[in-house]
């Protein structure tokens, strides 16, 4: 799809489908532009997706997130340091 974002889908048993987003996120240093730009190809193309596929995004947001892990129970644990950035 770009440099950036890579789709595969694949074919699962009995009429399933899974399609997997693998995706490198311009880093903190990149110009806004180019960061808008990158995530509004990744909304797009995750909203093509049809609903009864099982969607999987497997991502590097060049973000730090921190570790206030309360915040973020069931995704963020509890090993984290420093303060969220830009890109968090």
């Not at 596929?53 to 995704?75: E, I, M, P, S, T």
Request: with cysteine; charged share 20%; aromatic share 10%.
């Amino acid at each position: 799809m770009s440099s950036r974002l890579m789709k595969l889908q694949l074919n699962l048993e009995r009429g399933h489908i899974a399609t997997v987003f693998s995706c490198y996120a311009p880093s903190l240093a990149a110009a806004q532009e180019e960061k808008e730009q990158f995530h509004d190809q990744l909304s797009h193309a995750a909203n093509t997706v049809p609903f009864k596929h099982q969607l999987f995004v497997l991502v590097d947001f060049n973000a730090r997130v921190g570790q206030y892990f309360k915040l973020w129970d069931k995704v963020l644990g509890r090993h984290g340091i420093g303060n969220e950035n830009a890109n968090g």
